[in-house]
């Protein structure tokens, strides 16, 4: 693996070598250097009492065993899935439970991760102690929306702090998952190039017939944030429009979406129904799943305006980026350039990936 450099001045820089999408050696960097010590979404957890609910966190990429928890009182925790014994895995199914028991050595833990029992452990000393609970990580939330860190870099309240800004006035309280609605998409491409996709509105024209028709391509606009980005879609009179407060920044104008980049591989598109959350997920240095998860405030606009056909939106995304995953790896293709005019967030997004890989 060779060092990343990439020049801070958009008119002057040359992109990312192909070798930044398709190294192993890079990407088991970037597991080590970027999302084990970022803030990523997980899966909601069920409404039951008493319920504990195993996953793994980037399956493919970390893999860690985590475990979502709710006890009989209604408070919800996050825990390793490890028992702090041998290793051994405690859950390995959604279910009903009053307290999680390692079926290894038949070390009993409380949903909230203290350490109940120990058999064959006394005489031991100095035990227990804080090490024998099981490790617990953060549950923070967007709305309804969970997010965690192994071991984050920046608070949540700081990574989120300019999405709350542009989403001020809107009804985050108010939105329901609709479950059953979730999209899972394989796509054969580093996560990076999706993003790269997804960061620029240069291509909607040429890509997006549909999306292009529902906006005004003309007054599309990109702001560059300290953790990410924002695309503005804004619209013509007719569209569906975010209600926006008066006090919002764009209060007054018709926008039809916000799109938010939030690093390292969080996107949060509002729309004038809700909010599609989509999470990109690496897997390898060249698979990416995308989840797709549809958080609702008015399912009467669902199909309407920029926030309709996502998934036709989403298969043409995913035709280009696979496409260009393949057209990287020529030997005869070295960097190209960035457009100054509409690549500012891929250029943003690259800068700040080269400060975190070296």
Not at 68 to 82: I, K, P, Y
Not at 87 to 113: D, I, N, P, V
Not at 239 to 257: I, R, S, Y
């Amino acid at each position: 693996m060779t060092g990343f450099e990439l020049d801070p001045r958009i008119a002057h820089a040359a992109t990312l070598p192909g070798e930044a999408y398709c190294d192993e050696q890079v990407y088991s960097r970037e597991m080590d250097r970027i999302f084990a010590r970022s803030w990523v979404g997980i899966p909601p957890l069920g409404s039951e009492i008493g319920w504990v609910q195993p996953f793994l966190l980037l399956p493919g990429a970390l893999d860690e065993s985590l475990v979502l928890t709710r006890d009989e009182n209604g408070e919800e925790a996050l825990l390793s899935n490890v028992c702090t014994h041998r290793g051994m895995q405690l859950s390995c199914e959604a279910r009903s439970a009053k307290r999680l028991r390692c079926t290894y050595h038949g070390r009993r833990f409380s949903l909230s991760g203290a350490l109940e029992a120990a058999p064959g452990f006394e005489g031991a000393e100095n035990f227990p102690s804080k090490s024998d609970d099981l490790p617990r990580l953060p549950l923070e939330r967007l709305g309804p929306i969970p997010f965690t860190a192994v071991a984050a870099k920046d608070g949540f309240e700081d990574w989120m702090a300019p999405v709350r800004l542009w989403m001020r006035g809107l009804c985050l309280d108010s939105l329901r998952l609709k479950d059953e609605e979730t999209q899972r998409y394989q796509v054969a491409a580093n996560w990076k190039l999706y993003l790269d996709n997804y960061l620029e509105g240069f291509h909607i024209p040429t890509v997006h017939k549909s999306l292009a028709a529902a906006l005004d391509v003309a007054g599309y606009e990109t702001v560059v944030l300290e953790q990410g980005s924002l695309q503005i879609g804004r619209v013509g009179p007719g569209e569906p429009a975010l209600p926006l407060a008066d006090d919002h920044p764009l209060a007054g104008q018709h926008v039809g979406a916000l799109y938010f980049h939030l690093f390292p591989n969080t996107l949060v598109n509002v729309y004038p129904w809700g909010i599609s959350v989509n999470h990109v997920n690496p897997v390898s240095a060249a698979q990416t799943e995308v989840i797709f998860r549809s958080y609702y405030w008015d399912e009467t606009l669902r199909d309407q305006g920029a926030g309709a056909d996502l998934h036709r939106v989403e298969l043409e995304d995913e035709a280009v980026v696979e496409a260009v995953q393949k057209g990287i790896r020529s030997r005869l293709y070295t960097r190209g350039r960035y457009a100054p005019q509409q690549e500012q967030a891929v250029h943003h997004f690259h800068r700040w990936w080269v400060t975190q890989i070296q």
